[in-house]
């Protein structure tokens, strides 16, 4: 086991990226160098020093303290994200996929046409409706990605429901239920794993995206995107800004998604 | 115990309705061991499937009537027809690769009627597994009992699967080709380990084979079929030594005897 572990190359440095950042993201809460929403006046767009170790902002607030905290409300968004997607995907998939038949045909078009939207717009259509903030974006997104996993969990149960151990569980006279959630979902785990690793992705560069463009995380809160944003209009004084928090977000999405392919490659 | 009468199945997921059983009847006394032989496809282990209740309700009409203890397991609700399963009558299939979960320990998986037909605690669940994993003759049940069904031979995930049917006192074990996936020495342990449950159990087999030779070594009734109908039923001895249908003589006639060839040199 270990040693199929250390093996699988891309597993192992996934791992190794994403335990890094969680870290990081951790440590975060508890410690940064500086207070991240600290102005200090006389650092403005301060560069690279021992004091500060990747530079200040525009407003003289510390870069390694802001992204420090960031990585961890982008981290949040991100997981209450795919856990609201994995959730209530799963729950459609299993019925929709066990079942079949015409609810099963309603609900997977009505999938289809919420699929088609570009999400982002759905995305703003859902916060102008709600409101910008860090829980409304978490349950927009969350709400935007049911389809996609309920979809794939569909497939996961609707290969599983014919096989030769269900069918021995359901004559062993277990109801549906136990079958869909106590006999099935267990043997989707590898799937289900690897999707979830690559919605976390798709979750960080939406919320990044969203804050981008200003209705995702609100100030003063410090988000990965948000700080992008911000670095755009000083990218040729102090390119450092917007160097260190893109670094950031693509070693996060990097780690999942080589996460994501180790675990395939494991299966 | 259990009586079908005049069951006939169709399927109805394509176009034109097909039929695949005609008119099966069976009877099944307590402790008897009746064997279903004919070639492939004729509809032996549809009408398995049947009695099992595994067939599913919407895409196969069923006419008849599959009595147990007097209930209608056609028509009864899946609610009664549940408490049946597992409880009362179990099966076996032919492929011990795939009937298992590949997720859940042993253990796991053959305490599962357990859980679900009585409110027994974990301890007293893993009790009766570690004795019926016994009783099904695996050398290490402890050690059984904490695997993963692929660190199994296939003999010895047959004798799992066995053990996961009997765990409940059935009364009737329907075996679909129970050895026909399994290397000759295994499949004659596995035939004796039928019997032996039988005499001391008292569980009535139904023993569905197209091995002639197991079949007449193991059962006292036989029902030979051809093309969804039963063509001839009755004593093992008498159906094989002296059969009457055209079908039967062939089929028996198709084995291949080391004497015949000497007889004709």
Redesign the interface.
Known sequence: MKKRFMKNRRLFIGAVITGIMVLLAVAGVFFTPYDPNAMDTSAKLAGISLKHLMGCDNFGRDILSRILSGLGTTMLVALGTVFIGVFFGTIIGAFTGYYGGIPDEVLMRFNDAVLAFPSLLLALVFISVMGAGKLNVTIALGILFIPSYARIMRGEFLRCKNLDYVRSARLMGASDIRIMFVHILPNTVQVMLSTIAIGFNNAVLAEAGMSYLGIGVQPPDSSLGRMLSEAQSYLFIRPGYAVCTGTAIVLLILGFAMLSEGLEKNA | MLDVIDLNIEFHDHLTPETVVYDFDLHLDEGEIVGIVGESGSGKSMSALAI???LSRKHMKKRGQILFDGVDLLTCSRNVL??????DI??V?Q?PM???????RIGWQVG??LR??TSLSEEQIKEKVLKILKDVELDDPEGVYDKYPHELSGGMRQRV?IA?ALVCDPKILIADEPTTALDVTVQAQIIRLLKRINKKTGTAILFISHDLSVVRKLCGRVLVMYQGRIVESGDVNEVFDSPKEDYTKRLISAIPKMEKLKYEQ
């Open positions: 099992a209740g595994l549940r408490k049946y399963q597992g409880n179990c099966m299939f492929e795939t009937s298992l979960n590949p997720v859940k599962e009627s679900i037909h699967m996961a």
